[in-house]
């Protein structure tokens, strides 16, 4: 199939876009890399009047390490320039490693942080490495720019806190703390394929070797990415198999997760809990293999 | 009546058995192929069906006035435009039953997608935008979507004459009595589902009119022996219709019944201008004909040390809303239902019931594909029962040349089963070991035999004409067509390597009904028995003409005579191209031949007996394994590495039998484990490639393919066909692995996903 007729904007500044999504709300729609919207428009699932091009913008393709530890990048950073930036510095290999999982690296080198992260498909690989580490979102719109925290950022399937007249400018990400250790785990249909479930985990140890923090997200079974506050009970365990099977537990108790074709939701709840599982343990070991080569290196 | 085997000419030939990259390959990766739906030029019109939406409803109005209002419709047709509203075909060739389907529906709709007008526009948007115009008024019937539902009693009648679409008996021996008596007994069932042929170019033509009258559809087609059916639809003479196929990016059966070409000839016929058609994805999977759905119920018997004694078959297959050639498909299932081994009594009773679903027919495996997955699990579940190794038990049952099939035929060829088992066997290697703790490892096999060429009751035949140019090039001309696998330029080598010059000497010209002398289509894996055989003949019959020729002109004995790139040459001299021709001219021999291949045929199968002196020409056989690693928690089934084997008599071009059993291997791995079909109550539920899934190349293991050579086919140069048999027996090889890697828990439906193993190690 084709598009439904649409107007087309290529936009020189950010006003301008600002500007042509304020005169048509709702109507209009951003076209950055086009690997999620132009299949949109081809099966006519999304039939926006007016499409804006915002890839002449180029200052909003840089990516940059900040004070105050995150890493900002622009909407239109490509997935695969965050990726290669990812495996460079190892600080952010919970991003490559989540990143892999993202379509491949033909999609990758076209589709954008940004778009990604504003089309918010739920088993989407973007929004859950968000939720996982956190951040803000810089959005503008008519009266200006604005921050979003992430947990505020995605409100339920495809839609998040962005106004209609809003254009995503730039994700800060957190950056982990550098004793932690991390786990990103994935089941898709077919490799590449959005997935069934995905789960990432963050693991940070105290002095005795006990879980200080312990960060935790899933996404596939819900609307949106969901960072599982309950993540908390961990604090002070020492992270044996049955402290991470009874959390994958309780979150699964809690949910009431998609049934689709893809997955019936019972397939769902029990991939749910094994990711869950197998995220904490690699983030545990991993947090624990730093300590201990910072105990040598001592 | 064996191929006869040919020594090659004397010349420069001999490139039978090297592997080269065919011309066509090269230009379809650079992207100069002009395939069928690439033929736009001005004032072409496009077309687009308007289909049911319901899967069993009365049709009380068809309202086209407001669609025809719309500026730019040149057309819309709807069933009272046909001048023939009814395809009839007798698929079984056996006189057993004549089938009918309308072109366009009218009254009735027996699936959804069913088409019920072709709109006719200056634009595919117009064209979308007018069939949206039409109104169909539908009122619903009750519906049955489950063949087995669709055979009680009480079940709505799909047509006519009940739902009972066919069924055929396959009888050797007294199956009761054996059972009665075997001291081993296992009962299985099995089940597998839709899939779609999900080739890469849709189902896309274009047609126009001629000035003398003559209407031409060139569409993606494996059959260009349809333009008869189209004639007959149109109420022409055959000869005023010219069916045209140029390269087709994939059939697999999907494009061997009819899909654009009556709609194309309809449009083209009533608004006497160019039209264009081609068929969304979305099209395509929802409505398009599938793979037939099978249910298997399995009774083996045998003998403590692993003799099989007596099989008792039943095979129930969803045929969908037309019978299409689902009568040949349960025919291939029922004759090799028993698989490649001996047994002493067989009995197999195999129906298909009609329903509301989209009609099941031809793909690549064509029902001994299905029968595979049956016969292949089963055996490993005797195994199990016995406590035996399931290749010593299969080593045991192997059938040998010579014995006598459940049909009662006799195999009469090689059969080369140890050979492909051993070959397979030794290029895996070690055991898999699990590449980290937790994960389950196993290893599977399965044999199979797939027959090529058509049930010797069709008495098939196949043209094939060839000529000299004055400047010693080749022109073969063939009505193959040709849809990926080489087809055409096979026929080129084949006849290089008889003439004894270079396969780039003879141009291939293929695929025109009106042009090119007809082959039959390309299906049943019979294009390289039957055309290969006339190519050769062909070939043959040339050659010896030049050779007559090229005696008279420089003396020595013909058969001497070396055909060279310049001319020819004998012991006493030699002489170049252009004075051949002259000397041919006047000696009026003519340097053009036209051959006819005939295949064996015989007397029809004997349905209640359950018995035939032969059914098929011959079959081809083999052996895949393959390793899996399965993460018992999540389901996931890995295939670490693939092997297949088949002995494929000889191997003209090893490169294309490589990429017939490459391909077959990867289509067979979607099946095996992520293809499904989905329909509720007859609506497709996955209708894009982004929810169907076939797998991608990050998906695929290595697959490694051993070509063995037995030099016994019935096709030229004594090979067998390669086409089908390589996707037969990947989906039991994975079942077989799988189960292995669980311990004995088996899932007994395909396709064998995350979820199902999940639920069936839950349930152990």
């Known amino acids: 199939m084709k598009p439904a007729a649409f107007d087309y904007v290529r936009a020189d500044t950010i006003d301008e876009v600002v500007s042509v999504l304020a005169q048509n709300p709702g109507e209009a729609r951003i076209l950055a890399g086009g690997q999620s919207l132009i299949p949109l428009l081809n099966m006519r699932l999304a039939a926006p009047t007016v499409l804006i091009d915002i890839n002449r913008l180029r200052q909003l393709a840089t990516l940059a390490e900040e004070p105050g530890a995150s890493l900002a990048t622009g909407c239109l950073v490509t997935q695969r320039s965050l990726e290669h930036y990812a495996r460079a510095h190892p600080a952010w290999a919970l991003l490559a490693a989540g990143l892999a999982h993202l379509g491949h690296p033909q999609t990758r080198n076209a589709g954008t942080v940004g778009g990604s992260l504003a089309h918010a498909d739920p088993a989407a690989e973007l929004p859950l490495l968000l939720t996982i580490l956190g951040g803000v979102l810089e959005a503008q719109g008519p009266s200006g720019t604005r921050l979003i925290p992430s947990q505020e950022f995605f409100r339920f399937m495809y839609t998040t806190a962005l106004a209609p007249d809003e254009l995503l400018l730039a994700v800060h990400w957190n950056r982990p703390p550098s004793a932690s250790g991390f786990g990103f785990h994935e089941v898709s249909g077919r490799h590449g394929d959005f997935a069934l479930v995905a789960a990432a985990a963050l693991v940070t140890l105290d002095g005795s070797g006990r879980i200080d923090e312990a960060r935790l997200a899933v996404a596939g079974p819900g609307p949106t990415p969901l960072l599982v506050n309950e993540a908390r009970m961990l604090h002070k365990t020492s992270g044996t198999p049955q402290d991470f099977a009874g959390l994958a537990e309780i979150v699964v108790e809690g949910l009431v997760p998609l049934d689709s074709l893809e997955a019936k939701a019972e397939f769902r709840a029990q991939l749910t809990r094994v990711l869950i599982i197998r995220s904490l343990t690699d983030a545990w070991q991993m947090a624990q293999q730093k300590a201990e080569g910072e105990i040598r290196h001592d | ?764």
């Open chain 2, 1 to 764: 009546m064996a191929g006869r085997r040919i020594a090659g000419g004397p010349g420069v030939g001999g490139t039978t058995g090297q592997k080269f990259a065919r011309k066509d390959v090269a230009a379809k990766v650079a992207g100069l192929v002009s395939y069928s739906g690439d033929t736009q030029g001005a004032g072409m019109l496009h077309a687009r069906l308007v289909r049911s939406l319901y899967p069993h409803a009365r049709i009380t109005e068809i309202a086209i006035a407001a669609a025809q209002a719309l500026p730019g419709v040149a057309a819309v047709l709807t069933a009272r435009d046909v001048p023939c509203n009814v395809l009839a075909e007798d698929p079984s060739g056996t006189g057993g039953g004549v089938f009918t389907q309308p072109v366009l529906a009218s009254t009735e709709v027996r699936y959804v997608g069913e088409p019920l007008a072709v709109v006719v526009a200056a634009s595919p948007v117009l064209a979308d935008a007018a069939a949206q115009l039409v109104k169909v008024t539908y009122e619903p019937l009750p519906a049955v979507f489950d063949p087995g539902l669709a055979l009680a009693d009480d079940a709505p009648p799909i047509h006519p004459g009940g739902n009972l679409c066919v069924q055929w008996h396959v009888n050797k021996g007294n199956v009761e009595e054996v059972l009665a008596q075997a001291p081993v007994v296992i009962q299985r069932e099995y089940a597998t589902q839709f899939v779609d042929h999900a080739y890469l170019e849709p189902e896309a033509g274009s047609a126009w009119l001629e000035a003398d009258g003559v209407i031409v559809i060139r569409a993606a087609t494996q059959v260009i022996e349809h333009y008869r059916r189209l004639a007959g639809m149109l109420n022409l003479p055959h000869s005023r219709v010219r069916l045209i196929a140029p390269y087709v990016g994939g059939g697999f059966g999907g494009k061997e019944d009819m899909t654009v070409e009556p709609y194309l000839a309809l449009a083209a016929f009533h608004t006497r201008r160019p039209v264009r058609m081609v068929w969304s994805r979305q099209e395509s999977l929802q409505a398009r004909p599938k793979r037939h759905p099978m249910r298997f119920q399995y009774t083996v018997a045998a003998s403590r040390d692993g003799k099989l004694e007596a099989v008792d078959i039943n095979i129930l297959a969803d045929a969908g809303a037309y019978a299409l050639l689902t009568p040949r498909v349960l025919f291939a299932a029922a004759v090799v239902a028993s698989g490649p081994y001996r047994v002493l009594a067989a009995r197999v009773v195999a129906r298909a019931g009609y329903t509301h679903n989209v009609p099941s027919s031809a793909f690549r495996g064509f029902g001994a594909m299905q029968a595979a997955v049956a016969y292949e699990q089963i055996m490993d579940e005797l195994a199990e029962t016995l406590g035996m190794d399931p290749l010593e038990l299969r080593r045991k049952n192997f059938l040998q040349r010579g014995d006598e099939l459940a049909t009662g035929e006799r195999v009469e060829t090689a059969v080369w089963l140890p050979e492909t088992l051993n070959a397979v066997q030794a290029a895996l290697g070690p055991e898999p070991q699990p590449s980290r703790p937790g994960l389950l490892v196993g290893r599977g096999y399965a044999m199979n035999m797939q027959p090529y060429g058509r049930t010797v009751w069709f008495g098939d035949q196949a043209a094939v004409w060839m000529g000299l140019e004055n400047d010693g090039s080749f022109h073969l001309r063939a009505g193959v067509t040709d849809v990926g696998g080489g087809q055409a330029a096979v026929l080129g080598q084949i006849a290089a390597e008889v003439l004894g010059v270079l396969p780039e000497a003879v141009t291939v010209h293929f695929g025109d009904s009106a042009l090119t002398p007809l082959t039959g289509g390309t299906f049943a894996t019979r294009q390289l028995y039957m055309s290969g055989n006339a190519a050769v003949r062909a070939a043959e019959s040339l050659r010896e003409r030049i050779q007559r020729v090229a005696a008279t002109l420089c003396g020595g004995d013909a058969k001497t005579v070396v055909i060279e790139s310049q001319g020819v040459r004998t012991a006493r001299g030699s002489a170049r191209w252009h004075e051949v021709a002259a000397a041919a001219r006047q000696a009026g021999v003519a340097l053009e031949v036209l051959e006819t291949f005939f295949a064996e045929s015989g007397p029809g199968y004997d349905n209640r007996r359950g018995t035939a002196a032969r059914t098929f020409p011959d079959f081809t056989y083999g052996c895949h394994g393959c390793d899996v690693e399965i993460d018992p928690e999540t389901g996931q089934v890995q295939i670490l590495q693939y092997v297949a084997s088949h002995d494929v008599g000889r191997a003209i071009n090893p490169l294309s039998v490589e990429g017939q059993i490459q391909g077959g291997v990867a289509q067979g791995i979607g099946y095996a484990l992520t293809e499904e079909v989905l329909f509720h109550e007859g609506q497709c539920l996955n209708g894009t490639l982004a929810q169907y899934l076939i797998p991608a190349a990050a998906d695929l293991p290595p697959i490694r393919a051993l070509i063995l050579e037995s030099g016994e086919g019935k096709g030229p140069l004594n090979a067998r066909g390669i086409g089908e048999p390589a996707i037969s027996p990947v989906a039991p090889a994975v079942a077989n692995a799988v189960a292995r890697a669980l311990g004995g828990a088996r899932v007994r439906s395909l396709p064998i996903t995350g979820e199902k193993v999940v639920d069936t190690l839950f349930e152990r």
